[in-house]
């Protein structure tokens, strides 16, 4: 059974500085892992996906890494922004192509300091 | 283009009545799948279907069912509530054409059960 855990569960950074989250999950048998942010109260929106077969993902500000035999996976933000308030959540998808089901973790919240 | 969309927003019910969730996938996208998310836990799975047939189950009670019409939109039925029920539910669909898909999630119904 995949078990995904971040953390820590909250961090208070000042603006402008850079920032990695952690995840790290139990079974390497992965399709991809992919990153999501969360506004209070609202759904999910995806950040990034990486493959099993990659090693990172870039977009914008954001990018994420990928360590499958170590389990592990970060996400790095430079120069924060007020804006990246928000909760972060990893979550694995499972090595079987017709299910689509993602296992997330309790996620990250980011507070950014003006 | 429109997103995943939900409906209704907000929902209050009883323990013991029954409730219906609506999803509508995004143009195009023929896997539905349905999470659970309880107050600071990541999304739990509990279904997902593609072209109307369960392509995936979670650990939840027979209580709970869902159901995808010929249009991919798709229902999450819960009877007999609990006032465990209470969380938001959060609705996400894809193409399911390639293995590495985004999956988009809707915003959300938040169901509080008194």
């Known amino acids: 059974k995949q078990e995904v855990t971040q953390i820590p569960a909250a961090l208070s950074v000042p603006e402008g500085e850079n920032l990695v989250l952690n995840c790290s999950f139990t079974?390497?048998?992965?399709?991809?892992l992919q990153w999501f942010r969360q506004d209070p109260g609202k759904g999910l929106t995806s950040l990034l996906l990486?493959?099993?077969?990659?090693r990172e993902q870039t977009s914008g500000r954001l990018n994420a890494s990928l360590d499958k035999s170590s389990g592990r996976s970060t996400l790095y933000i430079a120069a924060s922004q007020p804006g990246d308030s928000a909760t972060y959540l990893c979550?694995?998808?499972?090595?079987?192509?017709?299910?689509?089901?993602?296992?997330f973790g309790t996620g990250t919240r980011l507070t950014i300091i003006p | 283009d429109a997103g995943v969309t939900q409906s209704p927003t907000h929902l209050i019910k009883t323990r013991g009545q029954h409730v219906t969730l609506r999803c509508s996938p995004i143009?195009?996208?023929?896997?539905v799948s349905w999470y659970q998310q309880v107050l600071g836990q990541g999304p739990q799975f509990i279904f997902q279907?593609?072209?109307?047939?369960?392509?995936g189950r979670g650990n939840f009670p027979d209580r709970f069912s869902a159901r995808q019409f010929p249009n991919y939109s798709s229902e999450l039925n819960v009877n007999a509530l609990l006032l465990g029920d209470s969380a938001l539910y959060l609705c996400?669909?894809?193409?399911?054409?390639?293995?590495?898909?985004?999956?988009?999630f809707g915003s959300g119904t938040q169901l509080s059960v008194l």
């Open positions: 996400a669909s894809s193409a399911l054409v390639m293995a590495n898909e985004k999956l988009f």
């Open positions: 079974d390497s048998a992965i399709y991809n």
């Open positions: 990486i493959q099993s077969s990659q």
């Open positions: 979550a694995a998808r499972g090595d079987n192509f017709g299910n689509e089901k993602l296992t």
């Open positions: 143009s195009g996208h023929k896997s």
């Open positions: 279907y593609y072209e109307k047939e369960e392509r």
